[in-house]
């Protein structure tokens, strides 16, 4: 077993808010391996968002402590926290409102690739974005480079949000939701996308969706961690927990999701 | 049986700043008494405009160039819709057909409370006095397991998400109609929500009779509550049979590219795959098939003419030139 590249430990966040305190993730401790994947399953409101914005150094806990490789993210300074904050990308739900509309794809990806000096010049930064725009299938390359969010559908946006998570070599990559605004199709090229990058980079994914049938197809070789109430109600190697779930809350959403199949949905709809 | 709605080569057109585009082109398709029929297929394939036109709700922009849309009324007259002049129209809405759109968040009134947006649906229609009228919203409410103590005096924004959708579904059925239309019904809301919808759709159907037509990407949705499928492609239906033919022995490579584009929680770990490519544009669609393109099966031929629906089994028609070919990989 390697290093973990990073591990939340007992970490809790309480918003005050006019009708009291609200405890929004209670004590999750979780551990991500290099390379690996580790899924964030729960419904509106389960605490998954404020625990991956905790993990992403957006959001510091009340308690508990996130470590990345080993060193605490919320007491990180001056050149350990650029190399955090390179190294952990956050991929947001809604290409449309995460990527600039003033901006054509070229400066969207060219803009951290400058400010972090992985490119000197423009020819250097060209160069660079061609090649991330290859890397998550926007093909050909030259054709996205003067494109504006608007031009482009809502699969390529988000392709283009994932070549700019990449622009700074992350380690970690944090997918908020990020393919459920797509169709059934695209949303598996994107997973298509995102399972090469880990398999030939080696980036790990904190991946958080609502659905489990996601979560199994993308987490498969990974760990899933099941919230409920901002606690995490159970958690293991995924084929383990879609296939032999543990908690009632667990089964309750294997159950509640419906099945490609309409023998097998009435099946399960007969039963009480 | 008598189908409830014919649907016969209905087009659609908008307008743009580019000139009309053809959104709906050319479909046909009968609803029956009781049935439920899904409308499936990708952003911009035509499912949502089809669904407005058939209640005759398309924006201004939009318009029907041709087609009918017969509906038999319960006195068992046949109407055009496509006929219906605005007073007609107004009192055949609710009554006979009502629409549950799409983003239950947006289709409330926020300024009215539950109880007033329900009984100005019910006064556009026919005289009640208030006690009947507070009967019939309960009554509603309770059917799609809402209290309405709780709910009747709410304004929107104090209901959660799901009791907004009940709340449209419960407004759609204070007439009695014998068709709903259902945008996305379940989309946008929480995996248990969703699956608790999808039972009490079930459930009413079975006590209230209606035929309802359901547009969705959502294709395991379309397993769970749909009778007969429609797979809709570039504005027009390539595939129509019934649920069980659509998802174990679909006949149109379209379909049997979304089918296998879809993850699902029981079994073994499928490979899945994308269609490549993207839907074409209707400004320009290429001649010939329009899923031309996309489709591994592609021979010249399916440059030459667009194919039409064609019987390959009983209930069961498909617009592909080689739909014998065609077959279902997965197990």
Not at chain 1, 95 to 123: C, E, I, K, M, W
Not at chain 1, 137 to 144: G, I, M, R, S, V
Not at chain 2, 129 to 147: F, G, N, S, T, Y
């Amino acid at each position: 077993m390697s290093e973990p590249l990073i591990v939340l430990d007992q970490v809790s966040h309480v918003f005050t808010t006019r009708s009291g305190q609200h405890r929004a993730v209670d004590e999750v401790s979780l551990s991500l391996e290099p390379g690996k994947v580790l899924c964030l399953v729960g419904e509106s409101g389960s605490g998954k968002t404020t625990t991956a914005r905790i993990a992403a150094g957006l959001t510091r806990p009340t308690s508990g402590t996130v470590r990345f490789q080993g060193a605490d993210v919320y007491r990180l300074t001056g050149d350990a926290f650029t190399g955090f904050r390179r190294a952990v990308q956050y991929i947001h739900q809604d290409p449309y409102a995460s990527l600039n509309p003033v901006r054509d794809v070229f400066r969207t990806l060219a803009a951290p690739l400058r400010r972090h000096g992985l490119a000197r010049g423009g020819q250097q930064a060209r160069e660079r974005a061609l090649e991330l725009l290859s890397e998550v299938d926007l093909t050909p390359p030259e054709n996205f480079l003067t494109k504006y969010p608007h031009q482009l559908s809502g699969g390529q946006r988000q392709r283009v949000a994932v070549a700019r998570a990449l622009t700074l070599g992350p380690r970690l990559i944090i997918a908020d939701e990020s393919t459920s605004m797509l169709d059934v199709s695209i949303r598996i090229s994107l997973l298509n996308v995102l399972q090469r990058l880990r398999d030939d980079l080696g980036v790990a994914f904190l991946f958080i969706t609502h659905d489990l049938a996601l979560a199994k197809y993308f987490g498969w070789h990974g760990t899933t961690a099941v919230m409920h109430q901002g606690r995490v109600v159970e958690s293991g190697p995924t084929p383990q927990v879609i296939n032999d779930p543990a908690h009632e809350y667990t089964k309750a959403l294997l159950a509640a999701i419906p099945v490609p199949d309409p023998d097998l949905a009435r099946r399960r709809a007969a039963r009480p | 049986m008598e189908p409830i709605l014919s649907v016969r080569d209905l087009a659609v057109e908008y307008r743009t700043a580019t000139g009309p585009v053809r959104a709906v082109r050319g479909v046909s398709f009968d609803l029956h008494p009781h049935e439920s029929l899904a409308l499936i297929g990708e952003s911009g394939c035509g499912k949502t405009t089809l669904g407005l036109a058939l209640l005759r709700l398309l924006p201004k922009l939009g318009s029907t160039p041709s087609g009918e849309v017969l509906y038999r009324r319960r006195d068992g007259e046949v109407v055009d819709l496509l006929k219906l002049d605005r007073e007609q129209l107004r009192r055949f809405r609710w009554s006979e057909a009502a629409m549950v759109f799409q983003g239950s968040m947006n289709s409330l009134n926020p300024l009215l409370r539950v109880r007033d947006q329900m009984r100005d649906t019910v006064l556009a229609h026919r005289r009640m006095p208030a006690a009947a009228m507070q009967r019939l919203a309960e009554d509603v409410l309770r059917k799609v397991q809402l209290d309405p103590g709780r709910v009747l005096p709410a304004f929107p924004h104090e209901l959660s998400g799901g009791m907004k959708q009940r709340v449209l579904i419960a407004m759609s059925l204070l007439l009695e109609p014998q068709v709903l239309v259902l945008d996305e019904p379940t989309t946008a809301l929480d995996i248990r929500t969703q699956s608790a919808i999808v039972d009490m759709l079930h459930d009413l159907r079975e006590q209230l009779g209606f035929a309802m037509i359901f547009v969705s990407h959502d294709l395991p949705l379309a397993a769970e509550l749909a009778d007969r499928v429609a797979t809709m492609y570039a504005g027009r239906i390539i595939e129509l049979g019934g649920v069980r033919d659509i998802f174990y022995r679909p006949r149109h490579p379209y379909t049997v590219g979304l089918l296998g584009a879809v993850p699902s929680v029981v079994g073994d770990l499928p490979e899945l795959a994308s269609i490549p490519g993207g839907p074409p544009s209707l400004l320009s669609l290429p001649p010939g098939c329009p899923f031309r393109p996309r489709c591994g099966y592609a021979q010249d031929d399916c440059a030459a003419a667009e194919p039409t629906l064609l019987g390959v089994g009983a209930g069961h028609t498909t617009a592909c030139h080689h739909s014998d070919q065609v077959v279902l990989s997965r197990v």
